[in-house]
C-alpha cells in the first residue's frame, strides 16, 4: 500500500489560488494518481487524474481550464494547482494512488487503492 499524505488546503475568496501537493512513497509508472473532492453534503466526485502511462490528463468539466495536475518524480509528489476558484469548489479534497483511467465522465474511485486523509479547501465570496 502507498502512504499519501495531502497538504495545501486553507481558506481563500473567490479567484484565489491554492496549491495542494500529494506525498507518496512513490507514483505508480502503470496507472493513475487522482484527486477527487467531497463537498459539504455531497458525494465524492472527481477533480483531476494523471496517468502515468503517457503523462495523459483528465480533468472534471467544471474544473477545466482553471486547475492543473502534475507531478515531481524526484519527489514522488503529485500536485493540484487551483486558480480562479470558487465558492462551488469548497470541499475536502483527497488524494489517490493507482486508480484506472476516466472514461465517459466515470472516475472509478472505487479502482484506487489507496487514499490520503484529505486536506480542506474553503472558498468564500
Known amino acids: 500500500r502507498v502512504q499519501l499524505v495531502e497538504s495545501g488546503g486553507g481558506s481563500v475568496q473567490t479567484g484565489g489560488s491554492l496549491r495542494l501537493s500529494c506525498a507518496a512513497a512513490?507514483?505508480?509508472?502503470?496507472?493513475?494518481m487522482g484527486w477527487f473532492r467531497q463537498p459539504p453534503g455531497r458525494e465524492r466526485e472527481g477533480v483531476a487524474a494523471?496517468?502515468?502511462?503517457?503523462?495523459?490528463?483528465y480533468y472534471a468539466d467544471s474544473v477545466k481550464g482553471r486547475f492543473t495536475i502534475s507531478r515531481d518524480n524526484t519527489k514522488s509528489t503529485v500536485y493540484l494547482q487551483m486558480n480562479n476558484l470558487k465558492p462551488e469548489d469548497t470541499a475536502m479534497y483527497y488524494c489517490?494512488?493507482?486508480?484506472?483511467?476516466?472514461?465517459?465522465?466515470?472516475?472509478?474511485?472505487?479502482?484506487?487503492?489507496?487514499w490520503g486523509h484529505g486536506t480542506q479547501v474553503t472558498v468564500s465570496s
Open positions: 489517490a494512488a493507482d486508480g484506472v483511467w476516466p472514461y465517459a465522465g466515470n472516475w472509478f474511485p472505487e479502482s484506487y487503492s489507496d
Open positions: 512513490y507514483i505508480s509508472d502503470s496507472r493513475c
Open positions: 494523471l496517468c502515468a502511462d503517457d503523462g495523459s490528463t
